[in-house]
């Protein structure tokens, strides 16, 4: 099993920074894909941004040029960098990883609790 852990959410202005983090651990061979998810109260759930096991990365329209994905394979641990936040940032921000916990095993999807981030205007 594997457990994905967020940190860093919280209450914050308009044009603000927060910086997410996801912490991996369990049993992890390796970590392919990484990732940001969000879902606004009544809305549907949706990709911020993901980072695969290269490096290449790849962010949804309304967060190009604010928000920065990252990783640190050492760690099993995925970072994001929010800037310039605005009030329809707001939402449960969930990481997930695609993972394979053995050698021989093949890929699993893993979802952490979600951490709130509110954006004040």
């Known amino acids: 099993q594997v457990q994905l852990v967020e940190s860093g959410g919280g209450l914050v202005q308009f044009g603000g920074s927060l910086r997410l983090s996801c912490a991996a651990s369990?049993?992890?061979?390796?970590?392919?894909?990484m990732a940001w998810y969000r879902q606004a109260p009544g809305k549907q759930r949706e990709l911020v941004a993901i980072?695969?096991?290269?490096?290449?990365?790849n962010y949804a329209d309304s967060v190009k040029g604010r928000f920065t994905i990252s990783r640190d394979n050492a760690k099993n641990t995925v970072y994001l960098q929010m800037n310039n936040l605005k009030p329809e940032d707001s939402a449960v921000y969930y990481c997930?990883?695609?993972?394979?916990?053995?050698?021989?095993?093949?890929?699993?999807?893993?979802w952490g609790q979600g951490t709130q981030v509110t954006v004040s205007s």
């Open positions: 997930y990883a695609v993972v394979r916990e053995r050698v021989e095993a093949g890929f699993r999807n893993y």
């Open positions: 369990g049993s992890i061979f390796s970590i392919h894909t």
């Open positions: 980072i695969i096991i290269g490096g290449s990365s």
